[in-house]
């Protein structure tokens, strides 16, 4: 697992966008930092994880500053119980070969999604195909 991390890949890998925010606020302050880390982590290295000592230290704490959480919020996040699994559930996880659109990652008007595998094996959306053509990321 990556240890080092700089400013281009935090930014990248780990800065939340308006509708993850959105999403992250409908959740009670002290698992908001969870939730948040189960969707980057999911985002960086395509699974869901059942304990915070799976997630980097450097991205936690970027994460962290950008929800004005304490890193200590963690420490009471039931990653593989209840919390944990409804979090996962919030978001329904579609592998690549499924073809279908990701329900709460990609807006509904988006039919599928087109994923690669980048250097590291972690899968990464290549392109979305939409109702109006296909948007290149």
């Known amino acids: 697992m990556q240890q080092n991390w700089d400013g281009a ?74 919390t944990g699994r409804r979090h996962r559930e919030d978001r329904r996880v579609i592998h690549p070969e499924d073809g279908l659109p990701i329900e709460g990652v990609v807006p509904a008007r988006w039919r599928d999604l087109v994923l690669e595998r980048d250097g590291a094996g972690c899968w990464q959306i290549k392109r979305i195909n939409s109702v109006t053509g296909a948007n290149s990321l």
């Open 9 to 82: 890949e935090l930014a990248r890998w780990w800065s939340l966008n308006f509708d993850e925010l959105a999403l992250i606020e409908t959740k009670p302050l002290r698992t908001r930092l969870g939730f948040a880390a189960q969707i980057e982590m999911y985002r960086w290295a395509g699974r869901f994880i059942d304990h915070a000592s799976e997630i980097p230290a450097e991205p936690v704490s970027y994460l962290a500053e950008q929800l004005s959480a304490a890193l200590t919020d963690l420490d009471g996040y039931d990653w593989a119980g209840r």
